[in-house]
């Protein structure tokens, strides 16, 4: 696969579609049995309050994977992504219903670097607080 966006067709700026996630506890215990992160913070709501969270947690990782969707989605290829990181500033709370949380990610163009590659800047916020900070993903464009 190649990216199916070309590097001349985008500027500083240009906005990726954004994207809302939704995570529920049976979508957290399903990571935790394929990363084999099965801290109790992401399944056990009594586990989590006694250590002084809100409720359940999402991982951070699974935070992470769902936000760069956004650009995996917008460059048609996962294997554009040459470089991805970010910094956890908030948990997502998973409350224990039948909707969940809701991970809303939007994502632009900050910089266009040589070689075809553009970084690309994501917000994540949950509940009207941001997950994600610095979240940047460096991509390789057509």
Do not use: C
């Not at 001349?8 to 994207?19: I, K, N, R």
């Not at 970084?119 to 916020?125: C, E, H, I, K």
Request: net charge negative.
């Amino acid at each position: 696969m190649t990216a199916r966006i070309a590097y001349e067709a985008v500027e500083v700026g240009t906005e990726l579609p954004a994207q809302s996630f939704p995570v529920t506890r049976a979508m957290l215990v399903q990571y935790a049995g394929a990363s084999g992160d099965f801290n109790p913070i992401h399944w056990n709501e009594k586990f989590a309050r006694e250590v002084g969270l809100p409720d359940v947690i999402a991982h951070g990782m699974f935070t992470m994977a769902e936000a760069v969707r956004v650009v995996t989605d917008w460059t048609g290829d996962p294997g554009a992504v040459v470089e991805y990181g970010v910094r956890f500033t908030k948990p997502v709370v998973v409350p224990n219903d039948d909707t969940g949380a809701t991970v809303e990610v939007s994502g632009k163009v900050g910089a266009k670097l040589d070689d075809n590659l553009v970084r690309v800047d994501l917000t994540a916020m949950s509940d009207g607080k941001k997950v994600l900070g610095m979240s940047r993903a460096v991509v390789r464009l057509a």
